[in-house]
C-alpha cells in the first residue's frame, strides 16, 4: 500500500548566517494530523529551520516539499497561503491595536473598493478562536492592556482563525500559567483530530513528553537523531540534545546547619491594599520562591532591590537595617538582583563581555576618577574562567553570546562584588539544558560559600531540584512555606492557586 | 478618550482667553477670526502629515525646509522673467510632486538603506534650506508683475491667491454687513482645504486597512511584517504624504506674500508640526495618536501665540509659550497616566 506523501518533508537544508553556520543538511518531515516536537539546546539551529518554513529566511541550499510536491517560500504571506503560520517565541503584537485587529492583522476584512474601509464584521469574527482557547476578554480590547500570558493567546488566537494546516510553535507555553498551558494542549489535541500538523518548540521536555508524537532532536544545526512515540523521555532527549550524558542535572550540596539570618524582612508592602510579607534567608541557603505569574514575585523581587518604592516594612542585612530608596543601597549592602529578563534588564547589550561585568563594580575599579580598564578586564578575565563563560575574548559584544552565556555574565557581574544575598528571577529561563547545568552548580558553590539564595522560578522542576525551602505567593502575599521534605508539584501548586 | 475630552476642554480654554482678550469690535474681530482660521488650517495640513508619520513609528525634521524650498521653486516656475513662466496649475503640480519625490528619497533611504530617519531628515533638512536659497540666489524672489498675472488666473487659482470667497457661500451674510457698515467675513481657502483633508485623514487612518496597517507598523514592526504587511512600502508611503503635505503647505504660504524668503519660509516648521502632532495625543514613539487629537493640537498651537499677542506679551515670548504648554501636556499625560494605572490596579 503506497504510503501518503507527509505533509512537509525538509531535504537537506543549510542556511548560514554572517559567522555561523546555522542550520547543515538538515532533514525532518511532518505527517498529517501530528504533533511533531523539535528540541535542541540554543543555537542548535530550531528556530532558524522553523522560520524556513514560515517564509521569514530563505534557505541557501536544500528543498522544501508540501503535500510531496517541491515549494518555495520566499515570504510570510506564500507560507501563510501554503497554511504554514508560525507563533513566534517573542510576542509579535502591534500592542496598541486591539484584540481583534491583531487577530486579522494583514487580512482585514473590509467592505470592499479601494478604500478598503475596515468592516464592522472584525470584532464579530474574533470571537470563535478567543472563544477555543477559553479566552473570555472582549475582541476590542487594547492588546496592551492583557497580561502576558492572555497576550500569548492571542498570538495563538491570531494563528488558529488563519485556517491552517501546520501550526509552529516556538516555546508557545513560555509565559503561560498552568491552566492555560492545559487549554493549549486541549486545543492541540483538537487541531490533531481536525488533520492539522502542529510543530512544537519548547525547552520544557515534560511537555514534550506529554503532548509529542515524534521527536526530532537538532544540535549544533544538524539531525542529531529522532525519537518515536514510545521512545520519548527526558533523558533519551537530554543524551541526544547535548551529546553526552548529563550526569548530575541539579546540584545541590545540602545546607549548613542554618545560622542567624543573614535578610530579614519585615512587614514589608509595595502596594497600599497589601498582606505584608515576612521572610528570612539564611547564609548558604538558596530558598525557592514560585507561584504562579503575576503572583507577586518579581514584584517583591523589584522591592528588595529598591526598583519598586517600597510602601512600609523593614528590610535586615546582617542584622543592620537598611533603607532600599534605589538599588545603589541594596547593592551597598551586598543584596543582589539577577533580573527576569537579561536582555533587556541585565545587559547592555551593544557592549562587550568585560563592560558589562564591570557595570556595576566601576567605583571600585577607577583610579582618579578614570575607569581603569586594565582592572575591569582582569576582573572580566577571571569571572570568564571562574563560571566558564563560553567567548573568545572578555572584548566580545555580548549579543553574540548565547543565552546561556549571557545569563552566566548577568550572574558575573555582581559576582565582582562578592554577595551576600543574591535574589534570582527565573535565572534559567530560555537557557538551554547544558548551560542550565552549570548555572545551578555555580547557585550550589556560591550557597557553599555562605551567599543566601532567593530563587524566583515558574519551572517547579528546577524549584524542587534546587531549593533548600519554598516560599509560595499567591495573589500578593505569601501563601505558605514548604521545607524539603514537604515539597511536591502538587503541594507548590495547591498553594500557588490558592488552595490550603 | 478622556484624554481628547480634556484637550478640547484647553483647547476652548484658549480660544475664550482669546474672544476676552481681544478688542470688542467687529473689524477687528473678523479679522482676527479670519486670520486664526487661515493659520490653522495650514498649520493642521502640516501637523496631519507630521502626525500620520509620526503614528506610523517616523519622524521628519526636514519638513520646515521643504516648505521653504518648495516656496522657492513655486516662484522660480512662475516668475515671467524667469526661465519658467509657467501657469498656476503646471508650476503648483510640479512643487507637489518634487514634495512627494523628497518623502520618496527620505522613504528609501530610511527602509532600504536603513540609515535612522532621525538622521536622513535633519541631513534633509539642511539639504533643502540649501536648495531654496541656490533656488532663489539667496534673495527674496517676488512674483513681481502679477497685478497684470493673476487676473488671468481661473477661479480657485485666484481665489487661493486671495485666501478669500470662495463660491460665493457667504455672499448674503456679506451683502447684509455690507449695509451695517460692517467688514464683509471670509473662509481661507487653506482652512476648506484643511477640513477636506481632516475628513480624508480620518478615514484613512481610523477606518481603512492602510491606516491600520500604519497603527501596527508604529507599534511593533515586527509584528506588521511577520503578519505579511508590506511594512517598508507603507512607511514609505508615509514619508510621501507628508513631505506632500509640506509642499502644499509652500504653496498655500506662497499665495498671500506672493514672494519667496529663502532664509525664513518655513522656518521651524518641522519642530511646530510635531509639537501639534504630539500636543493631540501622537506618541513619538509611534503607534498611537488620531486625527481629532491633532486637529486639536493644531488648533492649540495657532491659538495659544494669538492669546500671548492680545495679552500684550512680547512676541519673543511666543516658543516660551508652546514649550511650557508642550510640556505642561506632557506631564500632565503621564501623571494621569499612572493614576489610572494605579486605579485599574485595585
New interface residues.
Partial sequence: MPQPPPLIEVRGICKAFPGVQALQDVNMRLAHGEVLAVVGENGAGKSTLMKILAG?YTPDAGEILFDGKPVVIP???RA?KLGIV?I?QEL??????DIA??IF????P?WGGP????SRRITADAEPSLRRLGLDVSPRTRVSALPIGQQQMVEIARALSLKSRVLIMDEPTSSLTQRETERLYDVIRDLKRDGISVMYISHRLKEVEMIADRVTVLRDGRNAGELSKEQINHEAMVRLMVGRELKQFFQRTRARPASAPVLEVRGLRW???QTPIDLALRPGEIVGLAGLIGAGRTELAETLFGIRPLLSGEVRVDGRAIRVRWPRDAIAAGMYLVPEDRRSQGLVLDETVSDNIGLPSLDRLQRLRFVAMKRVRELAQSIKERLNIRTPSVRQRVNLLSGGNQQKVVLGKWLGRGPRVLILDEPTRGVDVGAKSEIYAIMDSLAGDGVAILMISSDLEEILGMSDRVLVMHEGRLAGELTREAMSEEAIMRMATGGG | MKKYVGLFGFMTLIYVGVLLASPWNWDSLALNHFNLARRIGMEGIICVGAGLLIISGGIDLSLGSVVGFSVALAVMLLQDSGRFGLQPLPAFLIVLLFGALIGLINGLLVTKVKVQAFVVTLCGMFIYRGLAKWLTGDIVQGLKDHSSHIPNWNGWIKALYSDREIWGLLQPVNWLLKQLGAQPIAIPVSLVIFLLLVIAAALFLHFSVYGRYFFAIGSNERAARYSGVNTDGYKILAYVICSTLAALYGILHLMPQNSATPTQDGINLELKAIAGAVLGGCSVRGGEGNIFGIVIGATILVLLPNLSLMLGIPDFMEFIVIGLALLIGAILDEVLRRFSAAHKMH
Fill in positions: 521569514v515570504g510570510v504571506d501563510q508560525l513566534h509579535n503584537l502591534a500592542e496598541n491595536l485587529g491583531n492583522l494583514g487580512r482585514e473590509t478604500l478598503r474601509l475596515i502596594e497600599r491594599r
